[in-house]
């Protein structure tokens, strides 16, 4: 690939999800997206003609020697196969969140992968917005001294309540708040802060079932509840670091801050990080308590840049460096996500067996496009 300045990408699952990829992967001229494949083959030919790409199906895909990418935006339950499948084919891939289903099935994907010399990457890519960029950088100044303490607070009333067409696979394995919506924050902690030691918590169910409840839902569909919808815990962080997280689907209204971060200087209110914009807010710099102040957001990519961890791992391949949202990263994620309900089960801490390094920060002044 030495003289490339392009990384072909094929793009499995065509859902609500993917036109985000679509419509972003535009900004970066590293990546070259060629073609797409669907279990649902006329979705799949559908987003070929609004994006100008060819409709395949997923062997053909597999098969082709232009593609070098798989990027893997289908339902949780297929992550993994598809994942080793694309392995086995001799292609790198990246997986929307969660990276897999279990901890074991993650590590599988990485051994195999760096047998076979091939990058595997994972969403989620917002903690490289340019809200959760300030909060590394302020962190990284010093802006708030030594970071102790903190809170990660992820509680709505579930997807089939408000956006998703599609809600079933967020109450099978996989599913719930925890593997839906905790890869951002822990995903964001973890860039903030460092890896995770050790999880404790207890988990819960509101309902054993749930009703879909869009106009777009068969009227009255029960979704089986095969998770917990209610995870309450505290991470101890390799730097001394301590946070509780709580990441529900019970709640029908609440006003908490998405993360917040203690340190021995002062305070950070972290933006949503499942978005790439601010607010960030600081309470910093004095002597005595002070109010927040509005930090500006200092760092590019605060609109929906999803498909900037896909250009990033692709320009690591053109460049032979390290990538941002790498499988390491994503596995650690998985533990730390699957050792809350461990936890819970078992009544003790949880220590983690993986690790992964903070990714390298983006730096400051970058122009649209750039990543270095
Ligand atoms: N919808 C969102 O807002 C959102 C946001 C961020 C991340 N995600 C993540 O993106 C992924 C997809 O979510 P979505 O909301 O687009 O789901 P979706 O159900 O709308 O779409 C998934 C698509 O994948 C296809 N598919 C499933 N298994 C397949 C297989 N084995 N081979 C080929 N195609 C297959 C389905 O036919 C479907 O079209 C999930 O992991 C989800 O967590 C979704």
């Given at each position: 690939m030495s003289n490339k300045t392009q990384v072909n990408i094929g793009v499995i699952g065509c859902g609500q999800i993917s036109a985000a990829y679509f419509d972003a992967a535009?900004?970066?001229?590293?990546?070259n997206v060629v073609s797409c494949a669907d279990l649902n083959h006329e979705v799949a030919k559908e987003k070929a003609e609004a994006y100008g790409i060819k409709a395949v199906t997923v062997a053909e895909m597999m098969a082709d020697?232009?593609?070098?990418i798989i990027l893997n935006l289908t339902v949780p339950k297929a992550h993994h196969a598809i994942a080793m499948q694309a392995l086995e084919n001799g292609k790198h891939t990246y997986s929307e969140?969660?990276?897999?289903?279990s901890y074991a099935d993650s590590k599988e994907i990485i051994d195999t992968a760096k047998a076979k010399g091939l990058k595997v990457g994972c969403a989620p890519?917002?903690?490289?917005?340019g809200g959760q960029q300030t909060c590394r950088k302020l962190i990284d100044d010093g802006w708030i001294g030594r970071p102790t303490s903190g809170t990660a607070i992820v509680m709505n009333c579930g997807p089939e309540r408000y956006y998703h067409a599609a809600p079933k696979f967020f109450y099978e394995q996989g599913g719930g708040p925890m593997f839906d919506l905790g890869p951002y924050y822990i995903t964001a902690l973890v860039n903030l802060l460092g890896p995770v030691k050790r999880v404790s918590a207890i988990t819960s169910k509101a309902f054993e079932e749930r009703i879909a409840g869009l106009q777009a839902h068969v009227p009255g569909e029960k979704l089986p509840v095969e998770v917990p919808t209610n995870l309450s815990g505290v991470m101890e962080f390799h730097s001394g670091a301590v946070i509780n997280m709580i990441a529900s689907f019970d709640v029908w209204k609440q006003d908490h801050s998405p993360i917040e971060i203690y340190g021995t200087q002062g305070s950070l209110k972290v933006p949503d990080p499942n978005t790439f914009g601010g607010p960030v807010k600081l309470a910093a710099g004095g002597r005595k308590p002070v109010e927040w102040s509005d930090c500006p957001?200092?760092?590019?990519?605060?609109?929906?840049?999803?498909?900037i961890g896909v250009a990033d791992m692709a320009q690591a391949i053109l460049d032979g460096r390290d990538y941002r949202c790498s499988g390491d990263l994503a596995c650690h994620v998985l533990e730390v996500m699957e050792s809350f309900e461990k936890s819970s089960i078992s009544g003790r801490h949880i220590e983690l067996e993986s690790s992964c390094e903070r990714p390298a920060p983006l730096p400051l002044g970058l122009i649209t496009g750039q990543l270095d």
């Open positions: 535009k900004t970066f001229n590293v990546i020697p232009a593609v070098d969140k969660p990276f897999t289903l890519d917002t903690f490289l917005g957001v200092a760092h590019i990519y605060t609109d929906n840049m999803r498909s």
